[in-house]
């Protein structure tokens, strides 16, 4: 089994920053990838970034430019800084972690982006 903890998030304006991040414990396998989804209140939930072990990453559209993933494998922890912060970057942020064919949730934590 594999938990998934995040910390971070909160309230920001609209143009600040905040980051998230996420550690992992538990039956890890050295070749996974670690990421981030969110969802917003009535839409579905969608990838926002994600990093493989070997530091490839792979954003949204939505944020690129704006947002970066980075890792420390020897932590099993994931970080996600963003930037330049919108109020549609409103939601639930989900660390989620996927190795074999098994895919893993944090239980999420809030980024409210308001004035």
């Known amino acids: 089994q594999v938990q998934l903890v995040e910390s971070g998030g909160g309230l920001v304006q609209p143009g600040g920053s905040l980051s998230v991040s996420c550690s992992a414990s538990?039956?890890?396998?050295?070749?996974?990838?670690m990421g981030w989804f969110r969802q917003a209140p009535g839409k579905q939930r969608e990838l926002v970034a994600r990093i493989t072990t070997r530091g490839n990453t792979d954003y949204a559209d939505s944020v690129k430019g704006r947002f970066t993933i980075s890792r420390d494998n020897a932590k099993n922890t994931v970080y996600l800084q963003m930037n330049s912060l919108k109020t549609e970057d409103t939601a639930v942020y989900y660390c989620?972690?996927?190795?074999?064919?098994?895919?893993?949730w944090g239980q999420g934590t809030q980024v409210t982006v308001s004035s």
């Open positions: 538990g039956s890890i396998f050295s070749i996974n990838v």
């Open positions: 989620n972690l996927e190795q074999r064919v098994t895919s893993y």
